[in-house]
């Protein structure tokens, strides 16, 4: 069932610089480089924090499920795993970025898009297709790339916070400023769901548990850049989800899947 929010706007936004036409919109996912989006040969999709505000979507998973060309797959609610596959490829075929850094699993090859929670997020392009030659084989059906909140761009204070069906509430944060030549952003969320039961009554050989499911997601992500001349920057980008979910295999155990996401450049 999907869950509804009731989201209170705590602090006044401040107003964004005006916003590109699509034509012009530049993109770097496509090429490694910038390029107008006019000018580039792929199919490149571009998703805004205002687009994923609009749209009430309350995952990354949800965003992404409006897209053509993708299909998602999700073992249930909040923190359940999730997989996307773009062109018909495997699910380990589309490589996932942050702010440029994988984030994908050494040992699994996928990512936990389940814990990249919507308020780090400030924009996303996506680009199906065959990119192993830019970015190896994990980009075999297309490459997603998630851009988080900077202090260029973002609003300059902002803090929300939301509640729903089944024990659910949310806070989220931000401070961006920039100062001179220097830009600065630091973002804090939290999300938590009481959830409810991952398995049915149905369940076969006894296997059902009646407990309910939840998922608790805490996560950061700060920037500082200082821009050396026009064509040039000198920065520090930090982002990091640590996601607890609950889940059942069984009758009589509470078991609990703990998921860390961090990325970390300079």
């Given at each position: 069932m999907k869950l509804l929010f009731v989201?209170?706007?705590?602090a006044v936004l401040a107003p964004l610089s005006l916003a590109q036409s699509p034509e012009d919109a530049v993109i770097v996912t496509a090429t490694r480089l910038p390029q107008a989006q006019s000018q580039t040969l792929q199919p490149v999709r571009i998703i805004t924090a205002e687009d994923i505000a609009r749209g009430g979507q309350q995952t990354l998973v949800e965003v992404l499920k409006t897209l053509g060309g993708a299909e998602i797959a999700s073992n249930g609610g909040f923190g359940q795993p999730s997989s996307v596959f773009m062109r018909g490829a495997n699910s380990s075929h589309t490589l996932i970025l942050v702010d440029g850094m994988r984030i994908g699993s050494a040992t699994l090859g996928t990512t936990a898009l389940e814990n990249i929670p919507l308020?780090?997020?400030a924009r996303?392009?996506?680009?199906p297709g065959q990119l192993s030659s830019l970015y190896g084989s994990d980009a075999i059906g297309g490459v997603?790339?998630?851009?988080?909140?900077s202090g260029k761009y973002a609003p300059a204070t902002s803090a929300t916070a939301g509640a729903g069906t089944?024990?659910?509430?949310?806070?989220?944060?931000?401070?961006?400023?920039?100062?001179?030549?220097?830009?600065f952003s630091l973002n804090?969320?939290?999300?938590?769901?009481?959830?409810?039961?991952?398995?049915?009554?149905?369940?076969?050989?006894?296997?059902?548990?009646?407990?309910?499911?939840?998922?608790?997601?805490?996560n950061v992500s700060g920037k500082i850049a200082h821009r050396l001349d026009p064509r040039n920057e000198l920065g520090l980008t930090v982002f990091r989800s640590d996601g607890r979910t609950h889940f059942d295999s069984g009758p009589t155990t509470d078991d609990l899947n703990r998921q860390t996401l961090s990325a970390f450049s300079l």
């Open positions: 989201a209170a706007l705590l308020s780090q997020i996303v392009e996506v680009v997603i790339q998630i851009f988080t909140r089944y024990g659910t509430g949310s806070v989220s944060g931000s401070v961006n400023r920039t100062v001179g030549n220097t830009d804090l969320g939290y999300l938590e769901s009481k959830g409810f039961d991952a398995t049915k009554p149905t369940a076969p050989f006894g296997q059902h548990n009646p407990d309910r499911d939840g998922h608790q997601n805490t």
